[in-house]
């Protein structure tokens, strides 16, 4: 069971994050929060009762003894920590302290109404009761321990037909981002498409692939997720092996994608065309979509079929269309022709197969048109979503 009242911790000084402060005297409930705490990733503080502002240890001998040391009072006290946890046990012995809000009040019984009481003598946002709240507080230690602030402006490529071109310009999109000092992730979620690592000349760069990931669950941190993943031209990418692996099970493809949002700035996810229940977790997350359309009659029908199964997820479905084209067709035929607006016209560059072939990724070459297409398309889709990344 969880109630929530209202939530938004508050930042500890300077931006910097602490582990969150546990107060109980319950030994059975703090076995339990500590292991909550460490599926989170967080070392919390823990006492028995409201620890001295001033940094004394007070009853904290806890804290060394059973979490390996936590933050100092200074840093980690009632009205600093980012987050607390007071146990039921708890709730009188706090009921005098300063009111702020990111405070959780954990107990064990299901049948206790006078929880709800207590919760509002000591200005508690959450009420939780283990173990059916445990999934929450997890994701709710992480978010305070890791720091939320704007997720990343997500963006789907994916090609109206074969070799429409939707992995140049996925890679040519993060390319630009990361020049831009943007923090950029690109995601490769077409295993059958040789593996966009390859694309940036990385097939041997050391870090995780997808199928590292394929037994997550849950909550994944997204700086771990960061650091784990190769870093390829001043951005991470997460690909596939040469293994056999050709799947990643929906629940693991939804728990990194939230990860690799959270940490914000920009992910480009390569989108292959076909929608099976992993593309779609990809999907429902993405903000923006870009379906890359040679200007041809044949391409186009072909890009409806994709454009009518990734609109029945995907709100915001715009087509780019690319050259040479064919007789009567141009870009605003060619939207017109499928329905959605226009993203604009990828433009040929000439030297862009040399340039890959000598391990130079699309959107390297600053004055290029492939790169002036993308440093567009960011500039106006950041203006169109109301934020920066």
Not at 156 to 185: D, F, N, Y
Not at 283 to 297: I, N
């Amino acid at each position: 069971m969880a109630g929530n009242i209202t939530h938004d911790p508050p930042p500890t000084e300077g931006g910097r994050r602490s582990g969150p402060l546990i107060v109980t005297e319950d030994t059975e409930l703090l076995d339990d929060l500590l292991r909550l705490c460490a599926a989170a990733g967080a070392t919390p503080e823990v006492h028995h009762s409201l620890p001295a502002v001033s940094g004394a240890s007070g009853q904290s001998g806890v804290s060394a003894g059973r979490t390996g040391g936590g933050a100092s009072g200074q840093l980690g006290g009632w009205e600093a920590a980012p987050l607390v946890i007071v146990g039921d046990d708890a709730a009188r012995r706090v009921r005098g302290a300063v009111r702020r809000r990111g405070v959780v009040l954990v107990g064990r019984d299901q049948d206790d109404s006078g929880v709800w009481q207590r919760a509002v003598e000591i200005g508690a946002d959450h009420v939780l009761v283990l173990p059916d709240g445990e999934q929450w507080l997890v994701d709710r230690i992480a978010d305070v321990t890791e720091g939320v602030g704007r997720p990343a402006l997500t963006v789907g490529v994916i090609g109206g037909r074969g070799g429409a071109g939707a992995s140049t310009l996925a890679c040519a999109l993060a390319v630009t981002s990361a020049r831009e000092g943007q923090r950029s992730l690109l995601v490769d979620a077409d295993p059958l498409g040789g593996g966009l690592d390859v694309l940036l000349g990385g097939e041997t760069a050391d870090g995780l692939r997808w199928p590292a990931f394929a037994a997550s669950r849950g909550r994944v941190g997204g700086g771990a997720l960061e650091e784990s993943l190769p870093e390829l031209h001043s951005l991470r990418v997460l690909s596939w092996d040469r293994g056999d692996c050709v799947a990643v099970p929906a629940p693991a493809v939804r728990a990194v994608l939230a990860a690799a949002r959270r940490r914000g700035g920009t992910v480009v996810v390569d989108l292959p065309r076909r929608i099976d229940d992993g593309v779609a977790e990809v999907l429902a997350q993405l903000d923006v979509g870009l379906l890359v359309v040679p200007a041809e009659l044949r391409a186009v029908a072909a890009a409806g079929r994709v454009a009518t199964a990734v609109g029945m997820v995907l709100r915001d479905l715009r087509v780019a269309v690319r050259g040479p084209y064919a007789s009567g067709l141009d870009d605003r035929e060619v939207a017109r022709l499928l329905g959605l607006p226009l993203a604009g016209e990828v433009p040929v560059e000439s030297g862009l197969l040399r340039a890959t072939e000598s391990r130079r990724p699309p959107g390297t070459s600053v004055r290029g048109p492939l790169a002036r297409f993308c440093r567009e398309f960011w500039d106006r889709t950041l203006v169109e979503t109301g934020g920066a990344v």
